[in-house]
C-alpha cells in the first residue's frame, strides 16, 4: 500500500468504528444494533451457549429471580363428617421466591488488523461485519468455556480465564462421579453414565423433552458404537446417517466445549452436564465497549472489545454433573459387543 492507500483505509476504518459505537463517559460503547449482531455471532456456533438464557445486564448484577411452590397442594375438602374444613397450616403452602445473582466479571480481548492486509473488501460496513464476525465468534468460543468450566479456586497462574468466576459445572447442585456413583469399566457400560444421571436429577426437572445431557466427544462417540452394535435398523441409522441421539427419550449432545483440552487437562476430568438449557443463565453487560488503538510504528490498529459477563443456574438443584477421570474417557475408544447383546427390538432411544 502507498501513503495514500494507506490514509484512505484508516479514513474507512474511522468511519466504521463511528458506526459501531456511540461514545458515552469518554467509552466508545457498542450501539444497541451492533450489540445485538455481536452477541448473535458469539452464540451462533456454541452448542451449549446458543440454547441457554441470555440476560442482558443494564447494571453490575443481575437477579437471576425464580419463584415456585414446593410440596403438594391439593387436600381433601371434607371432614370425616362430609362438610367443609378449614385446611390446617401445615396444608398450606406458600409461594417461595429466591434468586441466584450474576455478577459481571470484566474480561479483554483485543483484534489486531495489520495495514498490509486490509483489502478493498474490508472497508465501511465490510469491516464492521468482519469485526464484529470474527471476534463474536472467536469471544463466544471463550465465553462458553468460561461459563462451563469456570471455576476460582483454579489458580490465576493455571488459567487466568477459568479462575474469574464459578461456572456452570461447578454451581450445579447434583455432582457424581465414575467408579465412585456408577461403574465404567469399559464403553459397553456407557449408558451406566446416563442412568445415574437420571437418577440424580431432583424428580421436579425430570421432563425428559426439554432436558439435555450435553457430553464430551468420548461419551457421544461410545454411545453411537453401543447402538451401532445393536442388530436392529436403529444401530444402522444411528452409524449411517448420524442421527440425533436420545436415552430413554433424553437428547444427547456432544459440546466442543466439553472437548477442550487445556481445561480438561487442568481438572484432570471429563464432565457430563444433564440440565434443562432454559436453566442455564449467561450474562453480558450492556455498556460493552470497543476502542481502536492505532500502532503506527508497526502499522496496525488495535481493537479492543471489554466484555462483563458471568454465568449461574437458575435453579442449581436443576442440574447434574459426572466427572469422569481422563484415563477412563481414554479408554472408551472400543466396544465389548458379547456385553451389549443383539438389542431386540426394544431401544433406549425411545
Known amino acids: 500500500m502507498d501513503n495514500n492507500d494507506i490514509l484512505n483505509e484508516l479514513g474507512n476504518q474511522g468511519a466504521a468504528f463511528k458506526e459501531l459505537t456511540n461514545i458515552k463517559d469518554g467509552k466508545a460503547i457498542l450501539s444497541p444494533a451492533h450489540l445485538g449482531k455481536f452477541l448473535m455471532y458469539a452464540s451462533l456456533d456454541q452448542t451449549i451457549l446458543n440454547s441457554a438464557a441470555f440476560e442482558l445486564m443494564p447494571a453490575p448484577e443481575k437477579n437471576l429471580n425464580r419463584a415456585g411452590i414446593v410440596g403438594r397442594v391439593l387436600s381433601n375438602g371434607y371432614d370425616e363428617e362430609g362438610k367443609t374444613r378449614e385446611l390446617t397450616e401445615d396444608e398450606k403452602k406458600g409461594l417461595s421466591f429466591g434468586a441466584n ?65 464459578d461456572g456452570w459445572l461447578k454451581l450445579a447442585e447434583h455432582q457424581i462421579a465414575a467408579e465412585d456413583d456408577f461403574t465404567l469399566d469399559n464403553a459397553s457400560q456407557i449408558e451406566n453414565i446416563f442412568d445415574a444421571g437420571i437418577r440424580k436429577l431432583s424428580p421436579r426437572f425430570r421432563k425428559r423433552d426439554k432436558l439435555i445431557f450435553y457430553v464430551p466427544f468420548e461419551v457421544e462417540d461410545a454411545y453411537r458404537d453401543v447402538l451401532k452394535s445393536r442388530s436392529t435398523g436403529l444401530g444402522d441409522a444411528t452409524q449411517i446417517g448420524f442421527a440425533e441421539l436420545k436415552y430413554k427419550g433424553i437428547t444427547i449432545k456432544n459440546a466442543n466445549t466439553l472437548d477442550d483440552p487445556e481445561a480438561r487437562e487442568l481438572i484432570g476430568a471429563g464432565k457430563v452436564l444433564l440440565t434443562q438449557p432454559e436453566n442455564l443463565a449467561w450474562g453480558i453487560r450492556s455498556n460493552l465497549s470497543i476502542e481502536p488503538e492505532r500502532k503506527a510504528g508497526m502499522e496496525r490498529t488495535d481493537y479492543w472489545f471489554r466484555i462483563r459477563g458471568d454465568a449461574d443456574h437458575y435453579f442449581r438443584d436443576g442440574a447434574v454433573v459426572t466427572t469422569i477421570p481422563n484415563d477412563i474417557l481414554d479408554s472408551l475408544n472400543g466396544i465389548d459387543t458379547e456385553d451389549t447383546g443383539d438389542g431386540g427390538e426394544q431401544s433406549p432411544i425411545g
Open 101 to 165: 445473582t450474576l455478577i459481571a466479571k470484566k474480561l479483554k480481548a483485543c483484534a489486531k488488523i495489520e495495514d498490509d492486509d486490509i483489502e478493498d473488501n474490508i472497508t465501511g460496513e465490510a469491516l464492521t461485519n468482519t469485526l464484529l464476525q470474527e471476534m463474536g465468534r472467536a469471544i463466544g468460543e471463550n465465553l462458553e468455556l468460561f461459563a462451563v468450566f469456570g471455576d476460582t479456586t483454579i489458580n490465576k497462574a493455571d488459567d487466568p480465564l477459568l479462575c474469574i468466576t
